[in-house]
């Protein structure tokens, strides 16, 4: 399908929308503000606390949609092992070492396919370029690019889902509009049933769809693999961050949408905040823009099926363009109240934690019996399926990045072994470096995740859970974030013990102890971060649902409450957030004792204690503070900090 230069939607209706997103942010920012408050809370109480060494064995490497390995590769180890080489062969150094001395920032994936586009549709030659921060453009000639020409048309990747079947993509068409009945054939429905030999459609719940075609299944998968990557990437851009903001936004979206009845955890959160803020904004549209317009389009069958998805186009742009818009004009404010937070906030934070856990107290007291029964009617007999669920997902996933890791830095010692040549030993180690951000060598951990995808349907009845996607995408980042803490790790420790004065065999030998220690380390943090990512998700399967079961009851019972909170004159404290706290301590106690089961291993508090996300009690504040920031307790009062391999909310902030 192709652009239109002109929209479906009229002044009036555009106007509309515009009024629909600012009474969305009307409601919307001042959740977001109080938020933001107890993320301050949450980050200064995590200063405090006490800081020891590093419990995380992997160096961290940071991870994005704009990250191609830059700083990845050791400029020195580079130039230890070129040197060698170099010196045995007396070739020059500058033959061995690239004249950046660094990997490039992006990877981009870039070729010819053919396009469905215009009006009338047809297919058109074009040539595409995926931008490493996971856009697609196309252009009518590679020279076009080249040149620095604007493209032709160009779509951000956030929410797309890519199709490599045709059949499977017609059937979608159809279910677009099941009411239009019985159609003649028009164009655009003949240009479509007329095989594409290696197709890949985009589709979108709320955007216009893009449907391209390979010349070769080479290339098909290549491209099918490029747009993975990138709709991952730009779907996971704030569940990745460990910015308290965006940690608060994105706790702020599931309280706006928990008070409009919306408890179950889905994939409306996957993309940036205005993103995130037009498909809620989109979602609930939807149900009246089927009833007001659909049945006014043009067309029959998939061609009017295009005309809807184009509509929806519309719309989507005009809000995202408002949210955007909205969320800039924000900035300055946000800005501002996070430095008068910080201000107000620390001289008081004793004070304010004290309070916390006197109410807490109180709640406990108050949802104790509903909390109990709930969870031995609904939970405690489908949490044992729902952990061993995680587990064995996580598990392959990270069993498969181990095998890659010992392959790869297995080649390395036998290239080296074997007296390479300057160029080999340029292409392997850069081979090496490059591996967290191959799609093709990733591809074999990623798809141990994709089945899950299917099996995770089972818990739609039980718990109103639809966020499998983005439960897919979390293992599959934690994949790329262990391989490339693992290559960073190895780079770094054969970087410190290569010499000059060492021959190819003797380095060899050299980066078979840093093989074993790398392993060790990845085996460490592996399993710290598979429990953190389990723990993690079994609360957004379980603490919505619970949430809800509690909502008529236990909710009723808090501006009793509320007045011992509002005496702090701090939006950082809510009795909704303490009281939401408490729920999620019991709940993890649930939690970690049948994690333990299945683990069959003895309760360790550095494995099942780090990045912790139950909330404080003031006698184990620093602690459990030390904890919730990615920290390995020793003993009581003291922690260990680490980088946490996924970032993690802050007590009270439970993302969706």
């Known amino acids: 399908m192709g652009g239109r230069s002109s929209s479906p939607l009229d002044k009036q209706q555009q106007q509309h929308l515009r009024g629909q997103v600012d009474a969305l942010l009307r409601n919307f920012l001042p959740q977001y503000q109080a938020q933001l408050a107890a993320s301050v809370l949450w980050q200064i109480s995590q200063e405090l ?15 994005g949609a704009a990250s191609g390995g830059e700083g990845l590769l050791s400029e020195r180890c580079y130039r230890v092992v070129g040197s060698m080489v170099a010196r045995r062969w007396a070739m020059p150094l500058s033959l061995l070492v690239p004249q950046s001395g660094k990997l490039p920032q992006v990877r981009e994936h870039r070729g010819l396919l053919s396009q469905l586009q215009g009006h009338p549709p047809q297919w058109q ?12 453009e196309w252009f009518s000639h590679r020279e076009e690019y080249e040149n620095g020409c604007r493209p032709l048309g160009s779509t951000a990747l956030t929410g797309y889902t890519v199709l490599t079947s045709q059949r499977e993509y017609l059937h979608l068409l159809d279910t677009l509009c099941p009411d239009s009945g019985e159609h003649t054939l028009e164009e655009s429905d003949s240009l479509l049933e007329m095989p594409v030999n290696f197709p890949l459609f985009l589709q979108h719940p709320f955007r216009r769809h893009l449907c391209f075609s390979a010349a070769t299944a080479e290339a098909q998968r290549a491209w099918r693999l490029a747009l993975d990557g990138g709709i991952r990437l730009r779907g996971t851009v704030l569940q990745r961050s460990q910015a308290p903001a965006a940690h608060a936004f994105l706790d702020a979206i599931r309280l706006y949408r928990q008070h409009r009845g919306h408890f179950g955890h889905d994939d409306m959160t996957l993309g940036s905040d ?15 823009l ?8 043009r067309g029959t069958g998939r061609a009017r099926a295009w005309a809807w998805t184009e509509l929806l186009d519309a719309v989507h742009a005009t809000i995202l363009a408002g949210a955007s818009a909205g969320l ?29 856990e006197h109410v807490a107290g109180k709640l406990r007291a108050v949802v104790q019996g509903p909390l109990e029964l709930c969870l031995r009617r609904k939970v405690d007999a489908q949490l044992p399926r729902v952990t061993q669920m995680l587990l064995n997902t996580v598990e392959a996933a990270l069993a498969a990045v181990q095998t890659l890791l010992v392959q790869g830095m297995d080649r390395l010692s036998r290239n080296l072994r074997r007296s390479p ?5 340029r292409k392997e180690v850069y081979s090496f470096g490059e591996m967290p ?6 591809q074999t951990c990623y798809c141990e995740a994709e089945p899950s995808q299917g099996r995770l349907g089972w818990l739609v009845v039980p718990f109103g859970f639809l966020g499998a996607r983005s439960l897919v995408f979390g293992v599959q980042d934690l994949a790329q974030q262990l391989m490339a803490d693992a290559v960073a790790t190895f780079l770094q420790l054969a970087d410190q013990c290569l010499t000059m004065t060492l021959d190819c065999n003797q380095a060899a030998q050299q980066l078979e102890k840093v093989r074993g220690r790398v392993l060790k380390k990845f085996q460490s943090d592996s399993d710290s971060a598979q429990r953190r990512f389990i723990r993690r998700w079994q609360l957004c399967i379980l603490l919505p649902f619970v949430l809800s079961q509690l909502e008529p009851s236990c909710k009723e019972e808090l501006p009793e409450l509320e007045g011992d909170v509002l005496a702090v004159g701090s939006s950082a404290l809510t009795i909704e957030g303490i009281y939401e706290d408490v729920i999620r301590e019991v ?7 049948e994690l333990k089961k299945a683990l069959s291993t003895s309760y360790v508090s550095c494995d099942l204690d780090g990045c912790l996300e139950a909330p404080w009690n003031q006698a184990g504040a620093d602690e459990q503070a030390g904890a919730q920031r990615g920290t390995c307790s020793k003993q009581p009062g003291s922690s260990t900090k680490v980088q946490p391999l996924c970032p993690l909310p802050p007590p009270g902030m439970f993302r969706s």
């Not at 006490?50 to 419990?55: H, K």
């Not at 951000?437 to 990733?442: A, I, K, R």
């Open 290 to 297: 089927r009833a007001q317009i659909q049945l006014s389009l």
């Open 587 to 593: 709940l993890l106690q649930r939690i970690d004792g």
């Open 49 to 63: 606390a006490p800081q020891e060494l590093a419990g995380c064995q992997l160096l961290h490497s940071k991870v």
């Open 421 to 425: 040549s300057g160029a080999r030993l």
């Open 328 to 356: 800039r004009t924000f900035q300055p404010k946000k800005d501002e109240l996070l430095a008068a937070l910080e201000r107000k906030i620390r001289p008081d934070v004793d004070q304010m934690l004290r309070l916390r």
């Open 125 to 136: 030659l074009i040539f595409c370029v995926l931008r490493g921060d996971g856009r697609l």
């Open 274 to 288: 205005a993103e995130v803020l037009t498909s809620v904004l989109m979602q609930e549209l939807l149900p009246a």
């Open 437 to 442: 951000w191959d799609p093709e060598l990733m």
